[in-house]
């Protein structure tokens, strides 16, 4: 059993003020195996993050189905961590407490909290910010209690919505880097969606290719070069060269329909 | 004797500066005051129509410590008519606060009180509540219990619309976040909503305590026979100009006190915040 089964999803955005229905996702079918990295790729427009949206029970497909661990999603659940496109941290809480917010919802005492959240705060590197707020401190770290935040839950798979795109480059490598050696180290299912060719093929094991709208799956290319990968390999490039083809079709056959 | 010359002249500077900066702010206020007295005593108005600010000075002195009587029966009474004007607001207002955060928060957060009760409280909101004078002395009588009304009807649309706006405003995507990390109906209220909603339902309890002291020195002027609205209009009616400025001094005096005391509550309680406003930044 796959960790995440989509089953002819399509999702009808309805414009009422143009009286007009937008079909976002177009039978959209995709297993996703359990400790997988995969990277949705796909311009913007293509229902990459409404896609994400939909296995994470923010937003109900129009029809299909949606299983994790082979369960029906009907609604957003701490068995799915999001990471979002921005940090959307609660910013009265600190770091810490942020990390922790899970375990106060269940209920657990705040020490006990404090206890389990320092792990997490040591996986991301950061000690000693542990009692920042989130506008005492950079995007970039502000998305590493994100994503710690996440990890805390220890959710069956942790969805990323562009979590990067809005970081400056040098902090967008470090932290590329660091979520690969956190999946190594955890094993872990990441969905990760993306609009860039380079951060799909640094970060996943399964790199699958949307069409810009409506929606659909072009090609679920599976890429297992080792890491550290070096993007500047021939392996890394041949990949590279792969991917783009697959999208200048797309946007070839755009232009002619058009 | 070397150690007692030894002041470096940057520092006598900087001493200097600093102290001219706590004085800045008193300078329009003391240009005022100078510019008054000189126009009071010029003659150009009698001075029982025009008094002195030395003379306002005089008469809240004596209101307050009654040392010659110059007040009349109001000499030594100021804390006793401050005292019946704070509990007035205070009672209001914390009434107002607590029904306006409670159905603003209602309001803003479910569909359901939002069509049933909004359209009703936004009905009421424009009435003046200076217009709810006759029916408030004929519900009350004549006591604290029509002030305090007034002073919540003024108090409790302000609380009202900033707390319903504070709720409808809140980050969808927090919303999302809480509901990712398993929060049920209730804990979304308390644990999300609620926090998120702060800084604007804070803005709200600022304007209401401000429309608080309005009102209740309205409705001394008519519906009660104490406070310090009472004695300004009595004072009025016995042509003692220098009392009703004084009483209006300590009206914008306690009003201020009010409001520092709100900010300081607001302060504590929304530090997350201070390093994100521009005010935070620049301090």
Redesign the interface.
């Known amino acids: 059993m796959a960790a995440i089964e989509l089953r002819n999803i399509v999702k009808v955005f309805s414009d009422k003020r143009r009286g007009r229905d937008l079909l976002t996702l177009d039978n959209v079918n995709l297993d996703i195996e359990a400790n997988d990295f995969v990277c949705l790729l796909g311009p913007s427009g293509c229902g990459k993050s409404t896609l994400l949206n939909i296995i994470?029970?923010?937003e109900q497909a129009t029809s299909g189905r949606t299983l994790v661990d082979g369960k029906q999603v009907e609604?957003?659940?701490?068995d799915?961590?999001?990471v979002?496109q921005?940090p959307?941290?609660?910013?009265?809480?600190t770091a810490i407490d942020n990390i922790a917010?899970?375990l106060?919802?269940?209920g657990v005492g705040k020490a006990e909290r404090h206890h389990r959240a320092m792990e997490f705060i040591d996986l991301v590197g950061l000690r000693g910010f542990e009692h920042h707020?989130p506008?005492?401190m950079s995007g970039g770290m502000n998305q590493r209690v994100g994503i710690a935040?996440a990890l805390l839950?220890n959710p069956s798979v942790i969805l990323m919505d562009e979590p990067f795109a809005a970081l400056d480059a040098q902090t967008k490598l470090e932290l590329q880097e660091e979520l690969v050696a956190i999946w190594q180290k955890r094993r872990c299912t990441i969905v990760f969606v993306t609009h860039s060719v380079d951060e799909a093929l640094v970060l996943g094991n399964k790199i699958v290719v949307m069409t810009k709208r409506p929606g659909r799956i072009r090609e679920a290319v599976n890429f297992d070069l080792p890491r550290p990968r070096d993007i500047t390999s021939p392996e890394f490039n041949d990949a590279k060269r792969h991917i783009l083809s697959l999208i200048r079709e797309e946007s070839t056959r755009l232009a002619q329909a058009s | 004797m070397t150690s007692v010359i030894d002041v470096s002249p940057a520092r006598t500077a900087f001493r200097l500066t600093r102290a001219f900066q706590g004085l800045e702010r008193l300078v329009v206020p003391a240009l005022l005051v100078a510019g008054w007295e000189a126009f009071a005593r010029s003659g150009v108005l009698p001075p029982a129509l025009l008094p002195a600010p030395s003379a306002v000075l005089h008469a809240l002195g004596d209101w307050v410590f009654g040392f010659d009587e110059t007040t009349q029966t109001y000499s030594g009474h100021w804390l006793r008519d401050a005292l019946a004007s704070a509990l007035r607001v205070f009672g209001g207002f914390a009434l107002a606060s607590l029904l306006g955060i409670l159905a603003g928060v209602a309001i803003g957060w479910s569909r359901l009180f939002e069509k049933t009760l909004e359209p009703t409280l936004q009905m009421l909101r424009p009435i003046p509540p200076v217009s709810w004078i006759p029916l408030a002395i004929i519900w009350f009588g004549i006591a604290d219990k029509p002030a305090i009304f007034l002073v919540f009807l003024g108090a409790f649309f302000p609380v009202l619309m900033n707390a319903i706006h504070g709720v409808k405003t809140v980050?969808h995507?927090?919303v999302?976040?809480?509901?990712?990390?398993?929060?049920?109906g209730r804990?979304m209220l308390t644990?999300?909503v609620l926090?998120?909603a702060?800084p604007s339902i804070f803005a709200g309890l600022r304007i209401a305590v401000g429309s608080a002291w309005m009102l209740t020195v309205t409705a001394e002027m008519v519906a009660v026979k104490s406070g310090l609205g009472y004695v300004l209009w009595d004072s009025y009616y016995f042509l003692r100009y220098d009392i009703v400025l004084a009483a209006m001094i300590s009206i914008g005096l306690l009003g201020y006190l009010s409001d520092l005391g709100i900010k300081a509550i607001m302060a504590r309680t929304?530090r997350?915040?201070q390093?994100?406003t521009v005010q935070g930044r620049a301090g």
């Not at chain 2, 999302?176 to 049920?184: D, I, L, Y």
């Open positions: 994470a029970g923010f609604r957003p659940g701490s799915r961590g999001v979002f921005q959307t941290l609660m910013p009265w809480l917010f899970h106060k919802l269940k707020h506008s005492e935040r839950m | 980050d995507n927090l999302r976040a809480g509901a990712m990390m398993g929060a049920n804990q644990d999300i926090p998120a702060l929304l997350w915040q390093t994100t």
